[in-house]
């Protein structure tokens, strides 16, 4: 049941829950210009209080494509935040005003405390260093698209395991599904967080840690992520592990599967080479694209229904 949730945490999906989503996502994708009245009585509201471009942009788009009305903001600096308006009274005064509301935030418990103060649904779109459930479910979609099933793949996730959140949210969602193993690659100080391992460990899954990057040999899923600058308490740590891992072409020719695939929820700095771009092990703008689809049957399944 999907109709009037909040999306918080990918946790909180059943298996069943996401394969809805995931047909519906398909139904969008095959009709995405014909489906203009499906909304046209919603305003959804954009509350970014931390930067984006995918996302922010392609749910925008999604709504639009649904012939729903966006309002909102980009950046805490544009709002009454930065006259000293708190985070509730921003979140009650847009929860008034429209039909649902995506929040991001820097801080994690954001979009949680959101759907507290708020009657409509919220969808969290990134809160901190742990959660961004869309992108997961996106991460998800997309694998389901290209390998045409989830379980029994191995998974390598390569870079800052410690702060992405695009990591621990695809991990937690593939404790509903039955992956062979989850391959973790990682500087020594950019480890996968205890917290986030055990509950992984708890529902099943089967975690393997590696420093080395020939480890990826074994994967299907191969999902490079950014450092991520901005999470770290101390800029010097940052410095110390800035340029540690590059994935290119050569080392994917020398290392990988075949029918190995490339994500990355984007943007890139320098850990994915462009030479990437044009091989068949690049899956990262088919992810990009897919963002739409997935987030049209979102808004479509909380706001209407199945
Ligand atoms: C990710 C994020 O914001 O966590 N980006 C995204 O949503 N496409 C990943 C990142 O910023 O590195």
Redesign the pocket.
């Known amino acids: 049941m999907w109709k009037g949730r909040d999306v918080i945490n990918i946790l909180d999906f059943s298996r069943n829950d996401l394969e809805v989503l995931f047909e519906k996502a398909d139904y969008m994708r095959k009709n995405q210009y014909r489906l203009k009245n499906e909304l046209s009585d919603i305003i959804i509201g954009l509350a970014f209080f931390?930067p984006?471009?995918?996302?922010r942009m392609s749910f925008e788009t999604a709504a639009k494509r649904l012939g729903a009305e966006t309002v909102g903001f980009v950046s805490e600096e544009a709002t009454s935040i930065a006259k000293g308006e708190s985070f509730s009274d921003t979140i009650r005064m847009l929860d008034s005003y429209v039909d649902l509301i995506v929040v991001?935030h820097k801080y994690e418990g954001a979009a949680l405390l959101a759907s507290n103060i708020a009657e409509k649904p919220i969808i969290n779109?990134?809160d901190g260093k742990s959660h961004?459930p869309t992108?997961a479910m996106l991460d998800l979609y997309t694998t389901k698209t290209l390998f045409n099933t989830i379980d029994g793949l191995t998974f390598a996730f390569i870079g800052d395991l410690k702060y992405?959140?695009?990591v621990s949210s695809l991990i937690f969602g593939l404790t509903a599904f039955n992956p062979k193993e989850i391959i973790l690659i990682s500087p020594s100080s950019l480890r996968l967080r205890e917290e986030i391992r055990l509950v992984a460990e708890e529902r099943g899954l089967r975690l393997r840690e590696e420093e080395n990057i020939e480890a990826i040999s074994d994967a299907d899923v191969i999902y490079v992520?950014?450092i991520?600058k901005e999470r770290f308490p101390d800029l010097q740590e940052y410095e110390r592990v800035r340029g540690s891992y590059r994935i290119n072409k050569e080392l994917l020719d020398k290392y990988a599967k075949d029918d190995a695939k490339v994500l990355h929820?984007?943007?890139r700095i320098d850990e994915l080479s462009r030479d990437i771009d044009d091989t068949k092990f690049q899956a990262y703008f088919t992810q990009?694209r897919l963002?739409i689809p997935i987030r049209m049957a979102l808004l479509s399944l909380v706001l209407k229904g199945e």
Not at 52 to 55: N, Y
């Open positions: 931390e984006s471009t995918r996302t991001r779109a990134g961004h992108q992405s959140r695009t992520t950014r991520q929820a984007l943007p990009a963002g």
